[in-house]
């Protein structure tokens, strides 16, 4: 009899250049999970269909690059913003543009259509969020509440309430309706990037840069649970379909998290790094990241992995209808969302004050949406997806089939990886994917010294950083924070102020002025690096910094001189002239890479804006 051949649980699905620079933001259409949507930094949106190596369709109209794009729930039409602020619509079964929005006055960090009425939300840098209305052409709502860049939108199940992210490290409840904030959600201790709402119950997820993901009851309007120690910034979360779970795409892994009370059911290893997107259909989790100009798309088989306190349920079983599956034992249900059989109400108008808001449709708008194109580069498919023969059939139907799973490399590790562990209350269970089966005829030291093989010098420099990291942990312990810095610049070692100033940024309070003096050349040395997250921490240092302090600096310098001998003043005196002139020093290259495209370019043009006052 043969063996059967065990598959695996996550796989790679493709790669593909999606665009002829850098792409700069991605989505997967929620109901297939086969239609992928990529904007780029040449100005255009490109359509694809998952596994498939040609694109669709590529949208032209903006002009500068896109930040953001959003599928609504029948996929029939797409959102893009740009990094000018506008906002573009397209129908694309009829392969044109629908409507052009102005009125934002910053780049566009964030999207969401409304589940049931023809509404779109945007958010942006410039710390606003409107509410549109596709059909008039024009803002019926603008929403003021956060302080920095909103970096998520997401509507309510039911359509009635709108949730927002912002950098400032808090989450907003929008009441539409009403047109006025609901409830404000504090928390966080770094910026937040994601939230999604439970599909059926009054719960909503948060996850943050301060690797946490934090659950609301909105019912109570306060958390429910905390989840702690993510490996990284949390971007990408998504509640299984029947809400038993939530997915986290992690760096180069998918965790899997229940939230009463919290803990992990399992975790998966996946070689994605950063994933910007999920989506699930036929029981399988698609998740979308993109590097440079390329786009890879990954596949997770959800019937191997663990999703509540038991172990894996039978697919067969997993695929009957929600209302016949018995309540997860783990999760009391709440009040659950009352979908309206029609289109929302239509919210609140209020007066609008931008001349840019309240135009109607001129020539100007006719013109610019002659401009913007729908341009089909692959009919067939087009065909195929857009215009079924057969409307009442839509392609991708929504129970399409699924990916087929490729073999396992190791028939040994696969028979041990499938094997289903029953999920415990440790916080990070270890991944099924990477347990190795003992070999008898291979030594530890012989293993060991094969792993080694050709990775000495990174070996001699990873020892050295911990023990550099070592000798600035000695100085951070004895509660001298300053010190501990001296330390890390002494050590001449970017990675290792790196390492440093990452913990520090999660806490303004710990910032002094004469810390500043010491950081600032090194900030110089990060902004200038060619390493992209060495350039992030500085560029979020630099930001605090001008926030916490100059103020102070041009203060303390457009001050007369004391009467008398004040020691300390002069003292905090002699470090603002030594700041100022750091800054002005650095406010040159800062203007000089305001003009970049991308997610650099935004931060660079905040911190731009922010060293206004030094000239």
């Known amino acids: 009899m043969a063996t059967p051949v065990v598959t695996k649980t996550a796989w790679k699905l493709q790669e593909i250049v999606a665009h002829a ?22 100005c255009r949106v490109n359509l694809w269909s998952v596994n498939k190596p040609n694109c669709i369709m590529s949208l032209t109209g903006h002009t500068s690059p896109v930040e953001s794009v959003r599928l609504n729930t029948p996929e029939e039409l797409i959102v893009a913003g740009s990094q000018s602020g506008s906002i573009r619509v397209w129908d694309l079964e009829a392969a044109k543009i629908l409507r052009t929005l102005m009125g934002h006055k910053a780049n566009i960090c964030s999207l969401d259509f409304h589940p049931y009425g023809e509404f779109v939300a945007s958010g942006s840098q410039d710390t606003n969020i409107k509410l549109w209305d596709i059909r008039r052409k024009g803002c019926v709502f603008r929403y003021r509440g956060h302080s920095q860049a909103v970096r998520c939108l997401r509507f309510s199940p039911d ?73 990284g910034p949390v971007r990408s979360v998504l509640f299984n379909p029947d809400g038993c ?81 018995p309540p997860h034992p783990s999760a009391p249900l709440r009040r659950i969302y009352e979908r309206p059989s029609t289109a929302c109400s239509k919210p609140q108008r209020v007066k609008q004050n931008s001349e840019s808001e309240r135009r109607s449709p001129s020539s100007e708008d006719d013109r610019d949406e002659r401009e913007s194109r729908a341009e089909i580069q692959n009919t067939e498919d087009y065909n195929e997806i857009f215009q079924p023969k057969n409307s009442i059939s839509r392609t991708p139907p929504r129970r399409s089939e699924p990916f087929p799973a490729p073999p396992e490399d190791d028939m040994a590790t696969a028979k041990e990886a499938a094997k289903p562990s029953p999920a415990t209350d440790m916080q990070f269970p270890v991944p099924n994917a990477v347990k190795i089966p003992q070999q008898v005829e291979l030594l530890d030291e012989d293993a060991m010294s094969q792993i080694r093989k050709g990775h000495d010098t990174m070996c001699v420099v990873l020892t050295s950083r911990h023990k550099n990291l070592d000798t600035v942990w000695a100085a951070w312990t004895t509660g001298d924070i300053k010190t501990s810095v001296d ?21 303004a309070s710990l910032w002094k002025l004469d810390l500043c003096t010491t950081i600032l050349p090194q900030i110089e040395k990060l902004l200038k690096s060619k390493y992209e997250s060495y350039v992030q921490t500085g560029c979020t240092s630099l ?28 003292e905090r005196l002699h470090k603002c002239r030594l700041c100022y002139k750091q800054l002005k020093s650095i406010s040159g290259f800062v203007k000089s890479k305001s003009s970049l495209s991308g997610r650099h370019g935004s931060a660079f043009r905040e911190l731009h804006l922010l060293m206004a006052s030094l000239d």
């Not at 302090?549 to 007369?560: C, E, G, V």
């Open 159 to 231: 359509g009635k309430w709108l949730a927002s992210a912002a950098d400032d490290h808090t989450v907003k409840l929008w009441d539409l309706t009403a047109g006025k904030m609901m409830s404000e959600f504090p928390g966080h201790t770094g910026p937040v990037n994601v939230v999604e709402f439970h599909p059926n119950e009054y719960l909503l997820a948060s996850g943050s840069s301060d690797r946490t993901i934090r659950f609301w009851d909105l019912e109570k309007f306060q958390v429910v649970s905390c989840i702690e120690g993510e490996p």
């Open 487 to 507: 330390s890390a610049v002494a050590i001449n070692d970017l990675s290792v102020v790196v390492d440093l100033l990452n913990i520090v940024n999660q806490k």
């Open 543 to 570: 930001k605090l910094i001008l926030k916490r302090f100059l103020p102070l600096i041009t203060d303390m310098l457009a001050a007369p001189p004391s009467v008398g001998v004040d020691i300390s003043r002069e």
């Open 21 to 42: 620079s850098n792409v700069s933001s991605l989505v997967l259409g929620k109901a297939s999970g086969r239609l992928l949507a990529t904007g780029g930094d040449d």
């Open 245 to 325: 779970c939530l997915y986290s795409g992690c760096q180069d892994s998918l965790r899997v998290y229940g939230w009463e009370p919290e803990r992990c059911f399992d975790v998966v290893l996946v070689n994605w790094g950063k994933v910007a997107d999920l989506a699930i259909c036929n029981d399988q989790l698609i998740g979308v990241a993109f590097s440079q100009s390329n786009v890879s798309s990954y596949v997770v088989d959800l019937t191997r992995v663990t999703r509540t306190g038991t172990v894996a349920q039978d697919p067969v079983q997993d695929s009957r209808p929600l209302a016949q599956q």
